[in-house]
């Protein structure tokens, strides 16, 4: 499976950007989709997921204003961020986890750069 996620962007604070990850392959049998977010000189950290059943999960520092979804018809994972903050600046990378095995295995897009500026 290959990933190209696109979308990033300069934003200012409050604003919104949306993320894209286009797969290469169908994405409706992969067990979970997420993103990650690599702040500078950070980890890469997961951000939110979303596993075939529909069900998504957000880390605390995003819930409310991140969301998650999927069309399986364009093979494409999006992330819809909103009331961006200077804390959310970093490279997001997209994930494909087949088995739902967690802990970052699978396969990742290329990332792409959000930068928030206050």
């Known amino acids: 499976v290959q990933l190209q996620a696109s979308g990033g962007g300069w934003v200012q604070s409050g604003g919104s950007l949306r993320l894209s990850c286009e797969a290469s392959?169908?994405?409706?049998?992969?067990?979970?989709m997420a993103w990650y977010h690599q702040a500078p000189g950070k980890t890469r950290d997961l951000v939110a997921s979303?596993?075939?059943?529909?069900?998504?999960r957000y880390v605390d520092s995003v819930k409310g204003r991140f969301t998650i979804s999927k069309d399986n018809a364009r093979n494409t994972l999006y992330l819809q961020m909103n009331d961006l903050k200077s804390e959310d600046t970093g490279v997001y990378y997209c994930?494909?986890?087949?088995?739902?095995?967690?802990?970052?295995?699978?396969?990742w897009g290329q990332g792409t750069q959000v930068t928030v500026s206050s």
């Open positions: 392959t169908s994405i409706f049998s992969i067990n979970t």
């Open positions: 979303l596993n075939s059943g529909g069900g998504t």
């Open positions: 994930n494909a986890d087949p088995y739902g095995l967690g802990n970052g295995v699978g396969y």
